[in-house]
Structure formats: C-alpha cells, structure tokens
C-alpha cells in the first residue's frame, strides 16, 4: 500500500500554470504505475494523465494533451503534474493515485491508493 499527498494545487489566471506534486510514502512506490485524475463539482471522477513505474510510458487525455506533463522521480517516491496553458475547465480537484495492478494507467479502477486531493481553481 501506499500512502500519497498532494500538494501544488491554488488560484492561478487561464493561461496560467501549476506544478502538482504527489509525494509517496510505501515500499511498492517505484514499482507502481502512477496516475493523476480530476474532479469538478457535480461531476465524474476522470483521467488527466498517467505514467508507467520506470517513467518511460505516459499517458493523457485529449482535453490535456500538450498542455500537461506528467513525470516522476523515483529516488524521492514523488510524481508530478505540470500544467500549462490553463483553462476555467481544468478547474477541478486534482487527486494523484497509484497502481500496482497491469495494464495502462488509465482507469480509476486500477488504482487502489489514493491522495486527498488538492483544489485547482482556473479563473478566466
């Protein structure tokens, strides 16, 4: 199991940027795939961004792709989202989330340690 906090998230003006980070305590950190996911108010749980143990497979959804860059440092058990170019859409509650189970990075369901979540708020 794995213990994650995030911490980055705040008010910042579209077109802004944010770095979110998520630090990992937990022997099975560097063996875990990682993920960040968003939720906004009155909404789904979705998938923003997720990466392979080693670092060397990403993935993201369309509504970030080139604007988000997920990466990871392994020696200080901490995974990170920078975002750029911001939107009032990425408003949302940004929670980072781990994964020891096959597969893409992708879905909710394969990920059983989650963060508390840190608020993103984007004004326009």
């Known amino acids: 199991q794995v213990q994650l906090v995030e911490s980055g998230g705040g008010l910042v003006q579209a077109g802004g940027s944010l770095r979110l980070s998520c630090a990992a305590s937990g022997r099975t950190f560097s063996r875990s795939a990682m993920g960040w996911f968003r939720q906004a108010p009155g909404k789904e749980r979705d998938f923003v961004a997720g990466i392979s143990w080693g670092g060397l497979s990403t993935y993201y959804a369309d509504s970030v792709k080139g604007r988000f860059t997920i990466s990871r440092d392994n020696a200080k058990n901490t995974v990170y989202l920078q975002m750029n170019s911001l939107k009032s859409e990425d408003t949302a509650v940004y929670y980072c989330?781990?994964?020891?189970?096959?597969?893409?990075?992708?879905?909710?369901?394969?990920?059983?340690?989650w963060g508390q979540g840190t608020q993103v708020t984007v004004s326009s």
């Open positions: 989330a781990a994964s020891t189970l096959q597969g893409a990075p992708t879905v909710a369901e394969r990920f059983g340690s």
